[in-house]
């Protein structure tokens, strides 16, 4: 089993339309989780971290849950700016540098 | 708005040939990151710097080495590549007492024949 897993998509939703990832890691011991993004052939670029309580940024908002160890994005009102592909990233609870990275899912929003 | 800088952006090399990836940030940041990029899979670390004159293995060392050069600069240097390190390169950094990095590099696409 891969320590991050996500749905590699493509999701294809219509501007306006809400559209939520979800991601699943194994490592019970993680304690920090992000979301970034990246576009075709380019860098990733972090969104935002996720935190126990949940979280919002704008249209943006992160939620974890610990029990069932997954993490959620939901998106609304969805941009064409938005087509990209979502990485889910959980650090292994071990240090610094210990962060998993998963494959990302690909949104694809259409006119 | 430099932000992380690397060099090359494209490289074609053969087989046992040499080469040092460069990487420079202007950001005061004191911790810096290797990572490679292979489709279907993660960003994978491949060293780590948490601050000048230390660096650490990450997940992928193997056929790598590093150089934390100053506070600026993190190289990667391919001592013989192989067809196996075909791959995007990415660096990146991040400030102190933040776990995750904060910025990337625009990555440097690799091959090896």
């Known amino acids: 089993r891969k320590e991050v897993e996500q749905d590699p998509g493509p999701f294809n939703v219509p501007e306006g339309a809400t559209v939520a990832f979800n991601c699943t890691y194994s490592n019970s011991a993680s304690q920090s989780f992000f979301w970034y993004r990246q576009d075709c052939r380019k860098e990733p670029k972090l969104l935002m971290s996720v935190y126990s309580s949940g979280n919002e940024d704008g249209r943006f908002t992160a939620q974890l849950n610990r029990a069932s160890q997954y993490i959620s994005l939901l998106i609304r009102d969805s941009k064409l700016s938005d087509s990209a592909t979502y990485l889910c990233?959980?650090?292994?609870?071990?240090?610094?540098?210990?962060?998993?990275f998963g494959s990302g899912t690909r949104l694809q929003v259409q006119p | 708005n430099a932000g992380v800088t690397q060099t090359p952006k494209f490289q074609v090399l053969k087989t046992g040939q040499s080469m040092t990836l460069q990487c420079a940030q202007d950001?005061?940041?004191?911790?810096m990151y290797w990572y490679r990029q292979d489709p279907g899979m993660g960003l994978r670390l491949i060293y780590y710097s948490a601050s000048e004159g230390t660096t650490d293995k990450g997940e992928v060392p193997n056929g790598y080495n590093v150089s934390r050069l100053n506070k600026r600069e993190f190289s990667l240097r391919l001592e013989s590549a192989a067809p196996s390190q075909t791959s995007v390169y990415f660096c990146?950094?991040?400030?102190?007492?933040?776990?995750?990095?904060?910025?990337f590099g625009d990555g440097t696409r690799l091959s090896i024949l």
């Open positions: 990233v959980v650090n292994k609870g071990t240090g610094r540098r210990a962060l998993t």
């Open positions: 990146a950094s991040s400030s102190e007492g933040q776990v995750q990095p904060q910025h």
């Open positions: 950001m005061n940041h004191n911790s």
